[in-house]
DNA sequence: GAGTTTGAAACT
DNA sequence: CAGTTTCAAACTC
């Protein structure tokens, strides 16, 4: 069996379009409100006295682009639709202006150019301080301030909470678990209390204005940032909320710049007890957490990335991806197969043999993966040292077909999971396959119908013969059974008229959704795919496991996760009530029984607010919220 | 683990 | 676009 092996040299430079800084998040929101409101927040910017340098207005949009180099006003107030269309996106273009203002404002250093250079070379650690002086850059864009050297854990109880330690200063408050939750700690000396503080001061602005506009639990991470270690840290968020491919993954172009391989791998196992990460060190080896030495691993925490959640179908938008081993409980354990389900999010291997697993036949390469050693293809291309192979061979695939890495879950709504029969979680009806199935035998029961694999309802987008699929028929569709509902609601009316009777007083609306969380409130359909406070390092690393096990990003993950970014901002327009309204969102059929409600009033049930807020991974949460679905929905029968 | 079934992907 | 072939996962034994 030939199987290129990685020479965990394979090196990428990160994406211009990850590299994300709060303010980018903060923008990111921005580009979600009308013009009225973005004027206000730069004002309140320029108040606060922030830096306002294109860099700290998200550089990763505006001026690092190992490509381009910086982008020009004209062509800024060009690329509306470009991976950078989460800043300007049509529906954000009246920021333009603002941007520009600050833009051209700015001054980049040489030490900029240098780094557009070639960002290899630009040794961060050194230049930072130049960077910052003379870029008047907040050190946030470069974190390298701190070498992974002077940043360690520590394990120091039994009871798998660590401190994380930047030099001889330690942060009580930074624990593995940070590491490990999905968010991380980016450690930082910036030096400059003020900068600190005006950080501090725009995110408390952001929380308290836009709080309607991004999600809460990013919301609480900001301010927990703010609240617990103020100063000298920044709040690294892995919370990449993505409509990834059937939750996977991020996918951007990379280049072949790279010079680091390092990584950190969540894996937090569902019980969050066992959970542990993954570090990959400079030679791309995978280090357990559980053995040494990850006791006193460092962290390289400046240049970590989420790994994709690769085909984690089923999880919905909204749902926060957990990056997770594709390798059960232990990353040295031997490869089993059957690891990758849906509740646990891990990953198979592929046991492509004819393809090179370089066809959407292999799963690994569908989800914009790189193949692992301990896959069981033959011939495999899929590797990093393939990388052309493997970029070739995605743009082929998508000159068939522009959508091939797309998501092929489609979260109609903000989805919240619901409880079904058999008390198992599950997507809402809303999420439906892109593409649809055509089953014919299995009638949507096995796992070869892609619906019933991603655990979601067949649509009327199926062709499938005899559908049977238990997470929802093709006949089920949402139309079906809201016109189902609205006629049942009419035939009570007509009965409760006929009686004189009291008819029911709930909506058909709050009727659909005590019956279906599948009905999400407005307030919580912005897109949700965003990338919360994120700053990438400049490099892009790729795991390359000591033991053969791990995964790792392959550039159409990246690709795919620039895309998904530039698709967060959906139109939106601002309602009467200051909630954010999905624009062109006809495809959503909870929008579409919203919109029809008079006056754009929208009927938020508690339980879906409640497990919206509670997120997807609390059950204790979940399940109140299903308390109050059921009681809400008490006077109707069951569907 | 081998063989079969299945349906998506790829091809024509 | 439809029919056929190829492919690899899912499934069965």
Redesign the pocket.
Known sequence: MESPKSDGNAIEAFPASARKSPFSKLLNNLSRIDSANAALYIERLSEYSLPTTPSVFGSPHLDLQPETGFLESEEIAASTSNAHGQLYSPSSSALIPYIQKQFQSSNPSECVDDFLADPLEFDSAQHAETFVQSANVVPLLLPSRFTPSKVTTKKVDYTNDWVVEVGAQTLPHLSKKHLLSGSLILLEDSGDQSIDESFDKILKFSSENICNYVEPDELLEHQEASQDQRGIRRHLQFEATLDCKDNAAFNCHTSSRVREVREVVDHVESDHQSSEAVVVDNGGHLLDNNEPPWDTQQVPCFDQQTLPCGQMQGQQIGQRVEVRSQYGESSKGKRN??T?THESGDF?????????????????F?AGLYCVDS????NCRNRTAYEDWVEE?RE??EL??PL?FAP?IVQQANDSPILADDGNWTNPSSARHK???????????????????AKVGCSGG???EGCDNSFGKKSESIFQREEEWKNLLNMEEVMSDQKGGTANQFSPTWEELGNTSHLTPLSHQVPSLTLSNIWYFPYISQAQPQDGSGLQLSPAQLHWYSSALASVNAPCEIMGDGSPHILNDNSNPANKLQSGSPNKERVFPPQQIQSDRLGSSSTTGLQSGRKLCLQAVSSFPPL
């Open positions: 197969r059957e990758y198979k291997r592929c046991n492509c043999q004819m393809s090179r697993c370089l066809k959407l036949y292999c799963e690994c569908a896959c069981a293809c033959q061979s082929q695939i068939r077909n091939a092929t593409r649809g199935c055509k089953c014919k035998r299995s009638k949507c029961l096995k796992k070869y119908c892609e619906c019933y694999r199926c062709r499938c």
